[in-house]
């Protein structure tokens, strides 16, 4: 996720219990080839949020075939996902991301091209087509498919939906039906009975969780225990990610540090019923000290509610 899942917080979902796969945020293809990669925050990464899958974004096939080739030469990731699935302004504007679901020649071209350049695994993160025009995600599904990519994550909502309606967790189970390859469902799992309700009612391979684990960096940890039929863990004291994550930031440029951690408080807050009043107070501070200062304030008194996670605002 965009600005949010970097090194410093896949650091603290690993100290919890990491998901079986780990995902960068989204890299242009074009930062990979035109800056020098080891210098990309964005790609920075450490032992312990592994395995991690890189996400590229882009349009050009031979950017994204000379970015994987860089990539593999110079880094040990588990493999790459391909973004046809981001549907902001400048996405849309540009024709990358879920602009591309309406090319799907192109597409097809982007995964040949990162299929020529690496033997590692592939992914591609989808939404649903356009008006939910199911025959076209499939198409486009199997065009993917026929180049060598290998697994498919499917976020049912429309481009033009944003988050308004629930997604049409029916089009995973359709997904998975009609071409029987690896399907990732994703899409408002809130809670670890979500997961396993979303692996049992799609046939899905795995889930995908986004903004659960930006409130809940637990949430893995809860989801494993779930289906091993386990009794849920209690969640951590409402502070403890909060320094915990103060502390993995050293593994950000200093530049980013408080950014990052100020768009990350925009979520985590969002557990407790004045967080976003918090997060308003929050803001008004002028760095990283004074805002942990008035954190512990807010927080000293404060539980994270049972589950399921509730999303008061997506920005
Ligand atoms: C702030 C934000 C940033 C995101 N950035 C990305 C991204 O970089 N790449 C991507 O594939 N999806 C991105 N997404 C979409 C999520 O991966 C996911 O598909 C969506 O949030 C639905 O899943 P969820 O209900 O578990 O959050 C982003 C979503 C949000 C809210």
Same mark, same amino acid.
């Given at each position: 996720?965009?600005?949010?899942?970097?090194?410093?917080?896949?650091?603290?979902?690993?100290?919890?219990?990491?998901?079986?796969?780990?995902?960068?945020?989204?890299?242009?293809?074009?930062?990979?080839?035109?800056?020098?990669?080891?210098?990309?925050?964005?790609?920075?990464?450490?032992?312990?949020?592994?395995?991690?899958?890189?996400?590229?974004?882009?349009?050009?096939?031979?950017?994204?075939?000379?970015?994987?080739?860089?990539?593999?030469?110079?880094?040990?990731?588990?493999?790459?996902?391909?973004?046809?699935?981001?549907?902001?302004?400048?996405?849309?504007?540009?024709?990358?991301?879920?602009?591309?679901?309406?090319?799907?020649?192109?597409?097809?071209?982007?995964?040949?091209?990162?299929?020529?350049?690496?033997?590692?695994?592939?992914?591609?993160?989808?939404?649903?087509?356009?008006?939910?025009?199911?025959?076209?995600?499939?198409?486009?599904?199997?065009?993917?498919?026929?180049?060598?990519? =290998?697994?498919?994550?499917?976020?049912? #909502?429309?481009?033009?939906?944003?988050?308004?309606? &629930? +997604?049409?967790?029916?089009? *995973? $189970?359709?997904?998975?039906?009609?071409?029987?390859?690896?399907?990732?469902?994703?899409?408002?799992?809130?809670?670890?009975?979500?997961?396993?309700?979303?692996?049992?009612?799609?046939?899905?391979?795995?889930?995908?969780?986004?903004?659960?684990?930006?409130?809940?960096?637990?949430?893995?940890?809860?989801?494993?225990?779930?289906?091993?039929?386990?009794?849920?863990?209690?969640?951590?004291?409402?502070?403890?990610?909060?320094?915990?994550?103060?502390?993995?930031?050293?593994?950000?440029?200093?530049?980013?540090?408080?950014?990052?951690?100020?768009?990350?408080?925009?979520?985590?807050?969002?557990?407790?019923?004045?967080?976003?009043?918090?997060?308003?107070?929050?803001?008004?501070?002028?760095?990283? =000290?004074?805002?942990?200062?008035?954190? #512990?304030?807010?927080?000293?008194?404060?539980?994270? &509610? +049972?589950?399921?996670?509730? *999303? $008061?605002?997506?920005?």
């Amino acid at each position: 996720m965009d600005g949010l899942t970097h090194v410093a917080f896949r650091r603290l979902v690993a100290h919890y219990g990491p998901p079986d796969l780990f995902y960068t945020e989204m890299v242009s293809v074009r930062a990979v080839v035109f800056q020098p990669p080891e210098r990309d925050p964005y790609l920075w990464h450490t032992e312990a949020d592994r395995p991690l899958i890189v996400q590229l974004s882009g349009r050009e096939p031979e950017l994204f075939e000379e970015a994987i080739r860089i990539l593999d030469q110079k880094f040990d990731f588990a493999g790459y996902d391909l973004n046809f699935g981001c549907s902001r302004g400048r996405a849309r504007r540009q024709g990358w991301g879920a602009a591309l679901l309406s090319e799907p020649d192109l597409a097809r071209e982007i995964a040949r091209a990162a299929r020529r350049a690496t033997r590692k695994p592939l992914s591609a993160k989808l939404r649903s087509a356009p008006g939910h025009n199911l025959k076209k995600l499939l198409s486009f599904a199997e065009g993917l498919l026929a180049e060598g990519v =290998e697994t498919l994550i499917l976020h049912p #909502r429309a481009p033009e939906e944003g988050f308004r309606r &629930p +997604p049409r967790w029916e089009e *995973i $189970r359709e997904l998975k039906r009609a071409t029987g390859a690896r399907i990732i469902g994703n899409g408002d799992v809130f809670s670890p009975e979500d997961a396993v309700r979303m692996l049992s009612t799609t046939g899905c391979d795995g889930v995908m969780i986004g903004r659960a684990a930006l409130l809940r960096p637990w949430i893995f940890r809860d989801v494993k225990t779930k289906l091993q039929g386990g009794p849920l863990p209690p969640p951590p004291h409402p502070l403890e990610p909060v320094e915990l994550f103060v502390r993995y930031l050293d593994l950000l440029p200093e530049t980013l540090r408080e950014k990052r951690f100020t768009l990350w408080l925009f979520w985590y807050l969002q557990n407790f019923p004045f967080g976003l009043y918090y997060f308003g107070r929050i803001q008004k501070e002028t760095s990283l =000290e004074a805002k942990l200062d008035l954190l #512990r304030d807010l927080l000293a008194a404060e539980e994270v &509610p +049972p589950y399921p996670v509730s *999303i $008061r605002q997506n920005r």
